[in-house]
C-alpha cells in the first residue's frame, strides 16, 4: 500500500507565484486533512474534507484553497505565495467518527522567496 | 475548547533507561488521545490511541501510555529507551465540531534524544 502520498517534497516559489500541493491516499478514507508545521508550533489545520466535494476551513486557512473532487485526492492551492507560508506542508487521512488514526504523506517542504 | 499540552521541549534519555514522554489534555466529555512519533524529513506515524476501557495501552515499537483521568494525563513511556527511538513525539487530542464531524488538536512536540 502506498498509504498518502504528496508531490513535490520540495518547492521554492518566488513571492506572489502560485502553486498546487498534491495529495493522494489509496485506502479510501473518508476524511482528509491539510495541516502545516512550523518549528516549535505542531501542526496547524488549514482545511479538511470530510467526503468527496465537502470542505471546510481549519485553523489558519488564509492564502489557501482545496477541493475534493475524488475520494482519494484532496490538492492544496495557495495563489498568492507570500513569505509567511514557508512552512512544511502535510496531508493526512483517516477512516471514520474520529477514533482512528490519521495517517500522514511525508510532507512538502516549501520556501517562499 | 479541546487542547493538548506537551510541556517539554526536549527529553534526553540514556540508552537502556525508561523513558516518559509528558502530555497533558483538557476536554470536555470522554477523551480521545493519540500519540504520533516523527523522523526527519518524514510524516507523523502512529504510535497507539486510548479510546475507552484499560487505562494502560500499548502500541507500536514497544511504547505504551497511561491514561490517568484525575490527572488528565495521557503519558508515553518505555520500560528501555533504545537510540532509535530519538525522534519527536506529538500528542494529540479528537475535537468534536460542527456538524458531527471531527478534527485533531496537536501538542507542540517533544524531541526525544536517547543518549548512546
Known amino acids: 500500500n502506498a498509504g498518502v502520498t504528496q508531490t513535490p517534497k520540495f518547492r521554492i516559489l518566488k513571492i506572489g507565484q502560485s502553486m498546487t500541493l498534491q495529495c493522494t491516499q489509496d485506502m479510501n478514507h473518508n476524511y482528509m486533512y491539510w495541516y502545516r508545521q512550523d518549528p516549535g508550533m505542531g501542526l496547524k489545520l488549514i482545511y479538511y474534507s470530510v467526503g468527496a466535494g465537502i470542505t471546510d476551513k481549519g485553523e489558519v486557512p488564509n492564502g489557501y484553497n482545496v477541493s475534493r473532487s475524488t475520494t482519494e485526492d484532496f490538492p492544496l492551492r495557495l495563489e498568492l505565495a507570500a513569505p509567511s507560508q514557508t512552512s512544511v506542508y502535510f496531508c493526512a487521512s483517516s477512516f471514520g467518527q474520529g477514533n482512528q488514526p490519521q495517517h500522514f504523506g511525508d510532507g512538502t517542504r516549501l520556501s517562499i522567496l | 475548547a479541546q487542547s493538548v499540552a506537551q510541556p517539554e521541549d526536549q527529553v534526553n534519555v540514556a540508552e537502556g533507561n525508561p523513558l516518559t514522554v509528558k502530555c497533558t489534555y483538557s476536554?470536555?466529555?470522554?477523551?480521545?488521545l493519540f500519540w504520533y512519533v516523527q523522523y526527519p524529513n518524514r510524516g507523523l506515524q502512529f504510535l497507539l490511541k486510548?479510546?475507552?476501557?484499560?487505562?494502560l495501552v500499548k502500541g507500536s515499537y514497544g511504547f505504551e501510555a497511561e491514561f490517568n483521568k484525575s490527572q488528565t494525563s495521557f503519558h508515553l513511556k518505555k520500560p528501555s529507551a533504545l537510540v532509535s527511538d530519538s525522534a519527536l513525539y506529538f500528542c494529540?487530542?479528537?475535537?468534536?465540531?460542527?456538524?458531527?464531524?471531527?478534527?485533531?488538536?496537536f501538542g507542540t512536540g517533544t524531541r526525544l534524544k536517547v543518549l548512546a
Open positions: 494529540a487530542v479528537r475535537d468534536r465540531i460542527a456538524g458531527g464531524t471531527y478534527k485533531y488538536i
Open positions: 486510548y479510546i475507552t476501557g484499560d487505562n
Open positions: 476536554v470536555s466529555g470522554n477523551p480521545y
